[in-house]
C-alpha cells in the first residue's frame, strides 16, 4: 500500500497520512471540475455554484484528479521538504489501486459506455423510469433500456490495472524515484487515447476526438522529455551496479 511504502522510503506515518488526506480532498474537487468543463450546460454549473463541486452527485473525470492531485503532492513535498519525485510515485500508486475500485460505480450506474454489442460480455440496464419511457434513468440521453452496449468502464478498469502491473515491476526493479509517475502518466495517456475510441458516452471533439483524448495528447507531449531522461538515468545506473556486481573481489571465506 501507499503508507507502507512512504514509511520505508523515510516518510513519518503522520505526514503520509496528511498528504493522503489532502490528497484525496483535492483529487475529488479536480475531478469533479474536470468533469464541469467538459459539459455542454456549464452555465447551470456557473449559476449555482454548489454543483461545481457536487461530486456526491455523480460525474467525474480522472484526468481531473491526476492534475489536482499532482498539483496538491508536489505542494506537500514542498511543504514537508520530501522529495517530490518520491511523493508523486507515491500518489499513481493510490490512483492505481482506486480507479479500478471507481469504475465499478460506473458499471453499476451506466454511465460510462461504449456502442451497441451482441458480444458476451456486453451490458444492458433495465431500470425503466418514467416506466414506458424507453430510458433508464442511470444512462445518458441517446441509451436505451435493454439495448446491450459495450462495457467501457469495465475497458477503463483493466487498462488501469495492466498500468498497476508496470508500476509494480518498476517498483521491485528499484528504479529511480520519479519514473513511476512518469510512466503512469504516460500509459494513463495512452491508455485514454485507444479506450475513449470505445466510448460513445461521450460526444466527440475537434478531428473526431474527444476533450480526455486531447488531454492526452497534451500529458504525452509534456510527459515524453521527463520519461526519456528518468528513463536513461534508471537504465545507466542499473547497469552501474551490474557491472560493480560483476566485478567486486570475492568477500574472504571465514576461519571458523
Not at 500518489?91 to 451482441?118: E, T, Y
Amino acid at each position: 500500500g501507499v503508507l507502507p511504502l512512504a514509511i520505508r522510503k523515510g516518510i513519518p506515518r503522520a505526514i503520509a497520512e496528511k498528504i493522503t488526506v489532502w490528497t484525496i480532498i483535492f483529487g475529488l474537487l479536480g475531478a469533479r471540475l474536470y468533469y464541469d468543463v467538459q459539459q455542454p450546460n456549464l452555465g447551470q454549473f456557473v449559476s449555482n455554484p454548489i454543483n461545481l463541486i457536487a461530486f456526491w452527485q455523480g460525474g467525474m473525470a480522472f484526468f481531473g484528479a491526476i492534475i489536482a492531485g499532482f498539483i496538491t503532492l508536489a505542494v506537500c513535498a514542498w511543504r514537508y521538504r520530501i522529495n517530490p519525485w518520491l511523493v508523486l510515485d507515491g500518489g499513481v500508486i493510490f490512483a492505481v489501486i482506486g480507479q479500478p475500485i471507481g469504475r465499478i460505480g460506473n458499471l453499476i450506474n451506466g454511465d460510462v459506455l461504449g456502442a451497441q454489442s451482441n458480444s458476451p460480455w456486453a451490458t444492458a440496464y433495465t431500470f425503466e423510469t418514467p416506466r414506458g419511457s424507453g430510458h433508464c434513468a442511470v444512462l445518458q440521453p441517446g441509451f436505451h433500456c435493454g439495448v446491450a452496449y459495450q462495457p467501457a468502464a469495465a475497458y477503463e478498469a483493466l487498462g488501469t490495472i495492466v498500468i498497476g502491473l508496470v508500476l509494480v515491476w518498476l517498483l521491485r526493479r528499484g528504479v529511480r524515484d520519479g519514473l513511476m509517475a512518469i510512466v503512469y502518466v504516460a500509459l494513463y495517456a495512452i491508455s485514454q487515447l485507444i479506450l475513449f475510441e470505445f466510448r460513445k458516452s461521450e460526444p466527440p471533439g475537434p478531428l473526431g476526438l474527444r476533450e480526455a483524448q486531447w488531454t492526452a495528447i497534451a500529458a504525452l507531449v509534456i510527459v515524453a522529455p521527463a520519461l526519456y531522461v528518468l528513463w536513461r538515468r534508471t537504465a545507466a545506473r542499473l547497469a552501474a551496479m551490474q557491472v560493480t556486481a560483476h566485478t567486486s573481489p570475492p568477500h574472504p571465506a571465514r576461519v571458523q
